[in-house]
């Protein structure tokens, strides 16, 4: 694993590390990268997603919340709904752009494939 440059991507790359640990025993990678991706999409798309997920007056319960009801209506299932629940739930909302990032290095470290 890559060396983190700061207290946030050191959190992005353990909390990657272990999705993607879970989603290859679960044989489910592809389905889990895709389930990212939306959230993403999601995420860029919304002004009101990015400030719940980067504003600290939120609390951990309300985030949670509204996580759960965000990932039941994108029918974000499986790994990485129960993902984005516990991210939640542990106030760690504000590094979910970097785990996206470093799942898919991982992912694609692990299928061999380099970057130019």
């Known amino acids: 694993m890559a060396q983190s440059s700061s207290p946030i991507s ?6 990657a590390g272990s ?5 290859l025993q679960a ?3 592809a389905q889990v990268d895709a389930d990212l991706t939306s959230f993403e999409a999601l995420l860029k798309g919304s002004a009101d997603l990015s400030r719940l997920i980067n504003s600290p007056v939120f609390s951990s319960e309300d985030q949670a ?26 106030r760690r909302l504000f590094a979910v752009p970097g ?3 470093a799942f898919r290095r991982i992912a694609a470290d692990h299928r061999g494939e380099a970057s130019a």
């Open 10 to 15: 050191a959190v992005a790359e353990r909390y």
């Open 65 to 90: 919340k509204a996580i759960a009801a965000i990932v039941a209506k994108a029918k974000l299932g499986g790994l990485a709904g129960n993902f984005l629940r516990v991210v939640a739930k542990n």
């Open 19 to 23: 999705l993607f640990e879970l989603a």
């Open 99 to 101: 785990m996206i990032k």
């Open 27 to 29: 044989n489910s990678v």
